[in-house]
């Protein structure tokens, strides 16, 4: 064989290589089926007080705002960023003078946003020791029961790290961590009060706890007894907290959208106080929960020894 035809088929060799890799790569990458839908625009608004709703129609981003500076937390998706930005912008306020971003639970689509958001703002990024520990490195960590079925996020730069019922002041604003693990190892819920006419109310931000996984995951492995137990002493904050009114990373398991419409069709302001929202939304996450389990026990039932 000639050296033109060795070198002609060293040639086709690569470009067949780099085709199968790149294959390869599109077929081991998670895709997100609902991006598209979690990233269609929602108009910003004020929740109460100081309190407003900045993220996307289906990912939440909520400001906290003092003239000291202000409180962002979570940061929907990568590609959620000039959203938020825009909104913190057309509500009146500067990016610039974001001084926390805070974290509930870090997966691409509440945490994805926000090294970018650091980066617009300087501000400085809080999380729990589990989320502040993938936020720095791999961007997803293999205890996390959605390993293998969602991306990883960008690496976080300077990321601080927060323990239970640790506060965070900026200026007058105080806003409380509570570790409340399920969901991830490392899910972490906030809370702090907003006033308004000298009426102040207690926010809850709570993280997900649902039992959602990656395939073969089972909550009930003996693995993951601590993460079980994570579990109930999450439910049982919820169930304890002061809460008025309630947010969550994704709004819709909230009464949020319904408190708004409802709001709207009375011409009233939003929101009206819902103090057992925090109480009904521990109890579906732990039917969820039940329900997994007692799905996992029939199919190990099921399955051949």
Not at 33 to 61: D, K
Not at 66 to 72: I, N, Q, R, T
Request: glycine share 8%.
């Amino acid at each position: 064989m000639s050296v033109e035809a060795k070198a002609g088929w060293g040639l086709l060799g690569l470009i067949l290589f780099l085709c199968l890799t790149g294959l390869h790569a599109q077929q081991s990458t998670p895709r997100c089926a609902n991006c598209a839908e979690w990233n269609l625009p929602q108009e910003p608004f004020r929740v109460y007080g100081n309190t407003y709703f900045v993220g996307t129609h289906g990912l939440s981003s909520i400001l906290i705002t003092s003239p000291s500076g202000h409180v962002l937390i979570d940061g929907a998706l990568a590609e959620s960023v000039p959203q938020i930005a825009a909104h913190i912008r057309q509500l009146g306020f500067r990016v610039e003078d974001v001084k926390f971003i805070l974290n509930s639970h870090v997966h691409f689509d509440h945490a994805g946003g926000i090294p970018e958001l650091q980066r617009l703002s300087g501000a400085r990024v809080f999380a729990s020791d589990w989320s502040a520990a993938v936020m720095s490195g791999p961007g997803l960590a293999k205890d996390d029961p959605q390993y293998g079925s969602i991306p990883p996020i960008a690496p976080v730069a300077r990321v601080e790290t927060v323990h239970d019922g640790q506060e965070l002041t900026v200026g007058e604003l105080r806003l409380t961590a509570h570790l409340t693990p399920g969901h991830t190892p490392g899910g972490t819920s906030w809370t702090w009060q907003s006033c308004e006419g000298g009426k102040c109310l207690n926010f809850v931000y709570a993280d997900s706890l649902s039992p959602a996984s990656a395939d073969g995951f089972k909550f009930s492995s003996p693995e993951h007894e601590q993460l079980m137990q994570g579990f109930q002493r999450s439910y049982a904050f919820l169930r304890s907290t002061p809460c008025d009114i309630l947010l969550t990373p994704h709004p819709d398991a909230s009464p949020l959208w319904s408190q708004l419409k409802a709001a709207r069709l009375q011409n009233m302001p939003l929101p009206a106080a819902d103090h057992t929202a925090c109480h009904d939304l521990a109890d579906g996450f732990s039917q969820q929960l039940r329900e997994r389990i007692a799905a996992e026990k029939q199919e190990n039932a099921q399955t051949p020894r």
